[in-house]
């Protein structure tokens, strides 16, 4: 129904030596690989894996913040997240089309998330217990999102760095109203510095872990480096992200919940107590606190969308139909 099937494209095709020393140029030169082009299967596959995780994630992403839209405080506020939530959608659309372009079908990602072999960001196993979770989600989830976005616009293949650019646009506005909410509740009344607090306190190592495993324990860096689909580690940005979050958070007053964090004079970094990495694993395994609430919303919201699909089809065909020759 979406287009070509991943099988019409030759993946197990005898890598010809000549044809990969080319396309690697092409790729040492700052050239885009698009769609039609002669690329190995490796690489066509190591980008549907991650473009769909990606529009996968930003669909689910969908849900924690959803949950506040009826109990936004007030009207603007309401407006804003409404805005916020329905970009997430329009990522995964872009998203779920780059991915297209590599030949897989719509059909086979969402099977491929909703049978629980996909996987989504971590980051949205975790609840939004309160309306301060909402800024903390604009200004730290938002804010790591973009760090890890800003260098995939650059990356090799047209389509996903294409889509990146306008991703990253509406990313920098959710993570300036993130920004200004975490302000504005750091500088209130006593209980919504209390909220703003707990909420931080709640995110921040969940957010470190969204840049994924330390670059020693990723195993899909090397490859995704060498063909310039990811042009920095994991651990390179998340560091950045800490030495830009660090200093901003802790002119608010907000305390980090780590007690090793210090300043590193030598290395110019701020270094951060160990991730706890078997809380990672377990969440991305599907062991976090709501992946199965998660993954039970996808499920009904797939099954409710049935219909819609159904009349797609009817009207796809009906349309093919008229237009052959009588
Ligand atoms: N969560 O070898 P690596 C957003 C998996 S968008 C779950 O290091 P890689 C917008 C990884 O898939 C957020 N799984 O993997 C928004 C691999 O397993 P596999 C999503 C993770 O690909 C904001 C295994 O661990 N962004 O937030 C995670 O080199 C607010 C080994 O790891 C993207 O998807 C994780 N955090 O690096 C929406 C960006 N980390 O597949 C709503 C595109 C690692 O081999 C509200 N993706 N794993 O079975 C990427 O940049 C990369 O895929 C990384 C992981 C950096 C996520």
Redesign the pocket.
């Known amino acids: 129904m979406y287009g070509a099937s991943v099988d019409d494209f030759d993946l197990d095709q005898e890598e010809n030596p000549e044809q990969l020393a080319n396309f690697e140029a092409r790729i040492a030169r700052g050239e885009k690989i698009e769609p039609g082009d002669w690329m190995p299967s490796e690489y066509r596959r ?1 980008l549907i ?3 769909s ?6 669909v ?3 849900l ?2 959803g949950a506040w839209i009826t109990k936004a405080p007030t009207l603007r506020r309401k407006l804003i997240l409404i805005a ?2 329905q970009d ?1 959608a329009g ?1 995964g659309q872009y998203l779920y089309h780059a991915a297209e372009t590599l030949g897989a079908t719509r059909e086979e990602m969402l099977d491929a998330l909703l049978e629980g072999k ?7 196993n975790y609840p939004t217990l309160t309306w301060a979770d909402i800024g903390t ?2 200004w730290l ?2 804010g ?2 973009i760090m ?2 800003t ?2 616009a650059r990356c090799s293949y047209g389509p996903y760095s294409r889509a990146m650019v306008r ?1 990253c646009m509406e ?1 920098n506005f ?1 993570k300036k109203q993130g920004q200004e909410m975490v302000i504005l509740l750091s500088q209130g009344t006593p209980d919504q510095k209390a909220m703003i607090q707990d909420a931080i306190t709640r995110w921040w190592w969940p957010t470190l ?5 330390h ?1 020693s ?5 090397p490859i ?1 480096q060498k063909w310039g689909i ?1 042009t920095r580690s ?1 651990d390179e ?1 998340r560091q950045d992200f800490i030495n830009q979050l660090v200093p901003d958070l802790q002119a608010l007053g907000i305390t980090l919940p780590d007690p090793d964090l210090h300043y590193d004079d030598e290395s110019e970094n701020w270094i951060t107590g160990p991730i706890d990495w078997d809380e ?2 377990r ?2 395994k599907g062991d976090g606190p709501v992946n199965k609430e998660r993954m039970a919303a996808r499920r009904k919201a797939h099954d409710d969308g049935l219909w819609v699909r159904e009349a797609l089809q009817a009207y796809a065909e009906k349309q093919a139909a008229e237009a052959m020759p009588a």
């Open positions: 190591q894996r991650m473009i995780q990606h529009a996968h994630s930003e689910v992403g969908m924690p913040e916020k939530v997430e990522h996909a996987k989504y960001s971590s980051i949205f989600i604009g989830v938002d790591a999102a890890n976005q260098m995939l991703i990313e959710h872990m969204m840049f994924g495993p670059d324990d990723s195993p899909n860096t995704l990811k994991n940005l990672f694993w969440v991305i």
